[in-house]
T-cell receptor
Framework: DTGVSQDPRHKITKRGQNVTFRCDPI?????LYWYRQTLGQGPEFLTY????????KSRLLSDRFSAERPKGSFSTLEIQRTEQGDSAMYLC??????????FGPGTRLTVT | KNEVEQSPQNLTAQEGEFITINCSYS?????LHWLQQHPGGGIVSLFM???GKKKHGRLIATINIQEKHSSLHITASHPRDSAVYICAVASGTYKYIFGTGTRLKVLA
């Protein structure tokens, strides 16, 4: 499968714990995007990378959130000290430059 | 007011009906993307367009750049078309701005 993959698909954690999600983009894509989707809403932009450089971050990305793409390939999104409001679907997408974005299956986070 | 508005928010149709979902946006865009999301979260690309009209099978997408409006049409709808249809616009740095989605249910 050469599509975008995300791991894990589901994560249940207790409030206050740290979680990390991984996204593997399509190999020839240089841009990687993270979005968050809450129930009944459309996805919202969090951040994006071009190669290893993080070029833009949304104000939704509080200090508890950090994203990396160290070698310009896979990316990780870490949430520290999780809160119940962090419960959402975290979607990753990739593209070559500004072309069509391809989405991964998402990681559903539940904070109890 | 959201930068991307979709209508209707919810739509129930009988199998075979012609369906139209609308998307209006207020920002300058480089392209508009229609996406389909099934329960469980996976998002599938339907169309990406910056002008005119595209057709794939029973799906047709149109865009009017001057009016900042796009429509997604489904002809001869089928229960397997039941999903959430999301309009996303690529603006500026090409990050997407999404509509809230149209929840379509097609009854047999």
């Amino acid at each position: 499968d050469t599509g975008v993959s995300q791991d894990p698909r589901h994560k249940i954690t207790k409030r206050g714990q740290n979680v990390t999600f991984r996204c593997d983009p399509i190999s020839e894509h240089n841009r990687l995007y993270w979005y968050r989707q809450t129930l009944g809403q459309g996805p919202e932009f969090l951040t994006y990378f071009q190669n290893e450089a993080q070029l833009e971050k949304s104000r939704l990305l509080s200090d508890r959130f950090s994203a990396e793409r160290p070698k310009g390939s896979f990316s990780t999104l870490e949430i520290q000290r999780t809160e119940q409001g962090d419960s959402a679907m975290y979607l990753c997408a990739s593209s070559f430059m500004g072309n069509e974005q391809y989405f991964g299956p998402g990681t559903r986070l539940t904070v109890t | 007011k959201n930068e991307v508005e979709q209508s209707p928010q919810n739509l129930t149709a009988q199998e075979g009906e012609f369906i139209t979902i609308n998307c209006s946006y207020s920002v300058g865009i480089s392209a508009l993307h229609w996406l389909q999301q099934h329960p469980g979260g996976g998002i599938v690309s339907l169309f990406m367009l910056s002008s005119g009209k595209k057709k794939h099978g029973r799906l047709i997408a149109t865009i009017n750049i001057q009016e900042k409006h796009s429509s997604l049409h489904i002809t001869a709808s089928h229960p397997r078309d039941s999903a959430v249809y999301i309009c996303a616009v690529a603006s500026g740095t090409y990050k997407y701005i999404f509509g809230t989605g149209t929840r379509l249910k097609v009854l047999a």
